[in-house]
């Protein structure tokens, strides 16, 4: 049999120290990978069964390049809060300090920002006493921050404090953003690890199964689709509209929608729908309060954006504006039903903030200091333009560039075919 095809995440060269964590622990790991998930019907684009790749797994190496008493760390955050954050920063800084032993940690503050010298916003140096308890919170010990910064400006931080390596904790735009960095070192020939660890509450990155905070956030919901139910059921044709996160994909909404199965329409980015007509929206909603005098529906932030306005322009870091679908549905309902002279009463929820904010669950906790740790462990070892994540339910390394689209719900899956079912929604509310 051919030697399995993993793929790795570059390298800074060669692993020369022996790894502190020698004694500690029993078995280290090299050139072990999980096979990429596919399914039968993806094996014609194969040539051959050898064909499959394999991504490299997470976890400490015997050898490893920095040698960890002159190793300084930095740690950023960028973007929008999720929960976990902070156990995050403290995975990352135990890890390093305990297990490593390295000579420093320093947090550089709000975002990519922080890493740019004419914002004044100085490192603050992270130890196990000033990050023990912080896990106990929600949001960033270490603050956040939109908007582009300059890759030369950047590095110039990073060696003014002789930092080693960079764990960047950020989304898609972060990840660009670690990308980018790392393409400028290499051009500049600074040998500064650069490995990311993917904050996304929408859980839409590719490859990776789940991301931190993405349990938490659907956890959150529950109550919330609770009381839009006990608030419609409690007056005539009582209608509770609850909008939650999902910009382009709707993994949240519909987790929730089958987590607390009184949600009676989904509606989510992938699958457009009209508002009006036969099949549109209203239609179906007026046909549900007829029958059972009450609704619960439930709208990604991204869904149904073209019945909107458009809605132009950018926010700092240079993403889309969305318009506000939840304002808009519930206006929207309020007037087809007063035409239809029709009572109702409808009750918006948007609970993104409090969400958002929020301390990490227990096993989104467990989830975030596997994910620091491993990090350590690659960045130690030298490897750089990565992120580490969970694939086939096993921490690998995914090379920064391999990601690519976003991962949003294909309204042929089974998953999606379930909150048709759960729901009674129609399939198709398209004219
Ligand atoms: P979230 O989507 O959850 O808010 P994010 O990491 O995508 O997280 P952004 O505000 O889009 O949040 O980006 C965070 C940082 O990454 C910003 O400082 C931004 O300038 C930088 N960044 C975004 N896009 C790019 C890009 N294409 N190239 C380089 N840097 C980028
Ligand atoms: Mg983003």
């Given at each position: ?10 390298s ?85 300090l ?35 308890e ?6 960033t ?19 003014h ?9 950020g989304g ?7 990308r ?93 729908f ?80 409090t ?33 580490v ?43």
């Open positions: 049999m051919n030697d399995p095809k993993i793929i790795r995440p570059d800074l060269g060669e692993c020369k120290y022996d790894s502190p964590l020698k004694g500690s622990i029993s078995r280290f790991y090299q050139n072990e990978g999980v096979a990429r998930a596919f399914r039968t019907k993806d094996l014609g684009a194969l040539e051959n069964i050898s064909d499959i790749e394999f991504f490299e797994l997470a976890g400490p190496r015997e050898k490893i390049f920095f040698n960890p008493e002159e190793t300084t760390v930095g740690i950023v955050t960028c973007g929008g809060l999720c929960p976990g954050l902070n156990d995050v920063i403290r995975a990352l800084t135990f890890c390093s305990e297990s490593y032993g390295v000579k420093k940690v320093l947090g550089f503050q709000y975002g990519y920002e922080g890493l740019v010298a004419k914002y004044y916003h100085y490192p603050m140096e992270l130890n196990t006493e000033n990050t023990d912080i896990h106990e919170k929600g949001g010990i270490l603050k956040s921050s939109r908007g582009r910064q300059s890759d030369d400006d950047v590095i110039d931080t990073l060696v404090y002789g930092v080693n390596i960079l764990f960047t904790i898609d735009g972060t990840q660009r953003g670690s980018d960095i790392v393409n400028r070192l290499k051009e500049r020939n600074i040998p500064i690890a650069v490995v990311g660890i993917p904050k996304t509450i929408d859980n839409d990155i590719n490859v990776v199964q789940r991301s931190f905070g993405f349990e938490t956030a659907v956890e959150a919901t529950w109550d919330i689709i609770t009381n839009a139910h006990s608030e419609a059921k409690a007056y005539r044709n009582g209608v509770g509209l609850v909008k939650l996160m999902g910009r382009e994909s709707g993994w949240i909404a519909a987790s929730a929608t089958l987590a607390n199965s009184n949600v009676n329409f989904c509606l989510v980015p992938e699958v457009p009209d508002l009006y007509g036969e099949n549109g929206f209203l239609t179906h909603l007026k046909h549900r309060l007829q029958r059972k005098q009450h609704a619960v529906v439930v709208v990604a932030e991204g869904a149904g954006q073209q019945l909107l306005e458009n809605v132009n322009g950018v926010d700092k870091s240079g993403n889309k504006k969305l318009g506000d679908i939840g304002v808009f549905m519930r206006d929207a309902i309020q007037e087809y039903f007063t035409q239809e002279k029709m009572e109702i009463n409808v009750k918006y929820f948007d609970p993104s903030y969400i958002r904010a929020r301390r990490a669950n227990a096993n989104d906790s467990m989830y975030c200091l596997r994910l620091g740790s491993n990090a350590v462990h690659a960045a130690m070892a030298g490897m750089t333009n990565m992120i994540g969970m694939h086939n339910d096993r921490l690998v390394h995914l090379p920064i560039p391999l990601i690519g689209e976003r991962k949003v719900i294909d309204p042929q899956s089974w998953f999606w075919q379930t909150v048709l079912q759960a729901t009674h929604q129609a399939g198709n509310m398209l004219n």
